[in-house]
């Protein structure tokens, strides 16, 4: 996957050379690099910015690599500070195609950590960049996207990077743990563990991203079998390893290793539809397209509640808790998951109060405790948010619940209505954000489902009362 370019040898800074030739020769020169990126195939790839002397003055990436690379050479593209001035010294540029644009950001930052581009200063001031390790000494290695390399939970570990977007990178995570289903958890887990037997392991192992060492649902050799095979993904085109997983597999196969085959069939298949955008998504989990559609686009919702929050991971699971009740009569609760900032309905429940009835706060305590118990005795793993429906009284009633468990949960807040206040734990002002938040819009989405769900339980009950239906 290296290219043979040359390494930028040491040399004045082009930015401090006189620019090349007359003004009507760089407006030709301008515009002959225009034609030649506009007429670039239409995929994911590297490009590589080079001057007179053949020297690589900039790397980058891009999904669609015409509309990229001819966005350097319109006449009213603003580079910034830092690439303003390469425009007066490229008289050239080389493309590298890639499958997806995950593979042109692992190759962006190899060619940038091989090569030293001038033009490519953010990957060599002061700044804290994104690195991928992958904990080989754990016994069920994790991986991790982290800005501290050097620390000393990832001694030992293989260390991918630095890259350019932390966003981009936690993308390229979570598309390629669709096909390896390695953990991403900060869990510390041994195999002998006796507590595994009756561990929970959490939604990602019930939307096939994650095979739950944690749960001992996966042997270590299996376990480190896909971390070799996402190792050697790293280095090479995933139609390369596609034709390495198919010969294992037929392999595997003649040796009557059906279980072994059964998993590289799986990987195989994952791999072919593997995709860094989400059209996809509909196909592999039950989401409900009218609430997506609702809550716009998931992912930035997501990064948007992130930063609100405060929150130093990504959210990739929320879940909302909600009460219903008509006078008193038949009070139900709900409890709704997104995966994603997308409805996972498997992970859906509901639950009959019994002790509470017209005391929306008992109910809430009910539920929290019902639901979250085996969490806060460490059996399970908690969502990255737990929201509840109501202003500041159904959070402190949430908080109570959780104040009798030994572990407690990373982030609750509670969504009033009407104002569409976000409250949250051991804040004493709420966070009023625009209407057209995307991260509110979010919160507002996972509240509603979590109502409707509610109701529609509470209906259920109330036909059953009522005729004797069997709902």
Not at 243 to 269: C, G, P, T, Y
Request: proline residues 6%; aromatic residues 8%; negative net charge.
């Amino acid at each position: 996957m290296h290219p043979d370019i040359p390494e930028s040898p040491d040399m004045p800074d082009p930015r401090e050379s006189s620019p090349i030739g007359s003004a009507d020769a760089r407006s030709e020169r301008i515009r002959r690099l225009s034609e030649k990126a506009r007429a670039l195939p239409r995929v994911p790839g590297v490009y590589l910015m080079k001057d007179s002397a053949g020297t690589v003055l900039y790397i980058g990436k891009a999904l669609c690599l015409p509309d990229r690379v001819s966005s350097y050479f319109v006449a009213s593209a603003d580079l910034g500070g830092r690439k303003q001035p390469m425009l007066d010294v490229v008289t050239d540029f080389d493309v590298l195609e890639c499958e997806a644009e995950w593979e042109a950001l692992l190759l962006e930052s190899r060619l940038v950590k091989d090569i030293h581009p001038r033009f490519n200063e953010l990957l060599r001031d002061d700044k804290t960049f994104p690195y991928l390790a992958v904990t080989m000494r754990d016994e069920f290695p994790g991986v991790y996207v982290t800005r501290n390399p050097a620390d000393e939970r990832f001694v030992g570990a293989r260390i991918f990077g630095p890259f350019t977007s932390v966003h981009a990178l936690r993308s390229a995570v979570t598309f390629m743990q669709r096909v390896f289903q390695y953990r991403t958890c900060e869990l510390d887990i041994k195999s002998d563990d006796p507590a595994n037997r009756r561990f929970r392991p959490c939604l990602l192992h019930s939307i096939g991203q994650c095979t739950a060492p944690c749960a001992n649902l996966v042997g270590k050799e299996r376990y480190r079998g896909d971390i070799d095979r996402f190792l050697r993904f790293l280095g090479s085109k995933r139609s390369a390893l596609t034709r390495e997983l198919q010969a294992e597999m037929e392999k595997a196969s003649e040796e009557r290793r059906f279980e072994d085959a059964a998993v590289l069939r799986d990987q195989i298949h994952a791999l072919s539809k593997l995709d860094d955008r989400e059209t996809r998504s509909g196909e592999e989990y039950d989401w409900q397209p009218e609430i997506t559609i609702f809550a716009g686009d998931p992912t930035v919702g997501t990064r948007s509640l992130q930063r609100t929050l405060g929150l130093d991971r990504p959210i990739r699971c929320m879940e909302a808790i909600d009460i219903a009740h008509l006078g008193g009569a038949e009070t139900v609760g709900s409890k709704v998951c997104f995966i994603d900032g997308r409805p996972f309905k498997d992970a859906y429940r509901r639950y009959r109060i019994e002790s509470a009835q017209n005391d929306d706060y008992r109910s809430m305590r009910e539920v929290v405790s019902r639901r979250y118990r085996e969490a806060g005795e460490g059996a399970e793993i908690f969502p990255d948010v737990i929201l509840v429906d109501g202003g500041l009284g159904q959070l402190h009633a949430a908080l109570e619940a959780f104040e009798s468990l030994d572990v407690q949960p990373p982030m609750v807040i509670s969504l009033a209505k009407k104002e569409e206040l976000i409250y949250v734990q051991r804040e004493s002002e709420p966070i009023r954000l625009a209407r057209n938040n995307a991260g509110l819009r979010l919160c507002q989405s996972i509240r509603d489902e979590a109502h409707r769900f509610a109701q529609h339980y509470h209906h259920i009950l109330r036909r059953k009362r009522t005729f004797g239906e069997d709902g």
